[in-house]
């Protein structure tokens, strides 16, 4: 049973546009969630994250919104620009030091020009 | 320069071989997780260990092991009991606080023929 799901697995958007990528969870336990973006054949880097006590957090063309209620997160991009094509996965944390992080099946972004 | 290596980047096995993987961190974190992607699929852990000495099974052990002997490294072993050893391997570390926002290696893509 998925915790973390990402029900698109692909999305395309025109460069300048906002690219909207979204995320549900199961685990009302989470408190922590996170966004890695991928690149082929190289390891996620970390792009934004949130705590659940906010329900917003910026990092310039990088936004991502928690709304606890409906378990569901979103990252904005804006403006979008052909070096953001790439796999977004999203990642939720339990409170519990040390433990793994669970994935998302990732969602491939397209960006054209 | 503080980061995590894996080695090789590309592995090729012959079926029935044991293999290991290498990774080798130097951000001085306690914690380190090897992670294993499949095409379509998210990031699902493996094996991962708090501290040195003591590691716990992931979703998918089956067919791996890990030691930790030392802070800086974590191997994992591809067993010839794993059925679909082909697939991109990661390794990642964390200092295990509550966020658990994890740093991830380059990757390992294995082979078996």
Known sequence: ?113 | DGGITQSPKYLFRKEGQNVTLSCEQNLNHDAMYWYRQDPGQGLRLIYYSQIVNDFQKGDIAEGYSVSREKKESFPLTVTSAQKNPTAFYLCASSIPSSYNEQFFGPGTRLTVL
């Open chain 1, 1 to 113: 049973d998925q915790q973390v799901k990402q029900n698109s697995p692909s999305l395309s958007v025109q460069e300048g546009r906002i690219s909207i990528l979204n995320c549900d969870y199961t685990n009302s336990m989470f408190d922590y969630f996170l966004w890695y973006k991928k690149y082929p054949a190289e390891g996620p880097t970390f792009l934004i994250s949130i705590s659940s006590i906010k329900d917003k957090n910026e990092d310039g063309r990088f936004t991502v919104f928690l709304n606890k209620s409906a378990k569901h997160l979103s990252l904005h991009i804006v403006p979008s620009q052909p070096g953001d094509s790439a796999v977004y996965f999203c990642a939720a944390s339990a409170p519990q030091a040390g433990t793994a992080l669970i994935f998302g099946k990732g969602t491939t972004l397209s960006v054209s020009s």
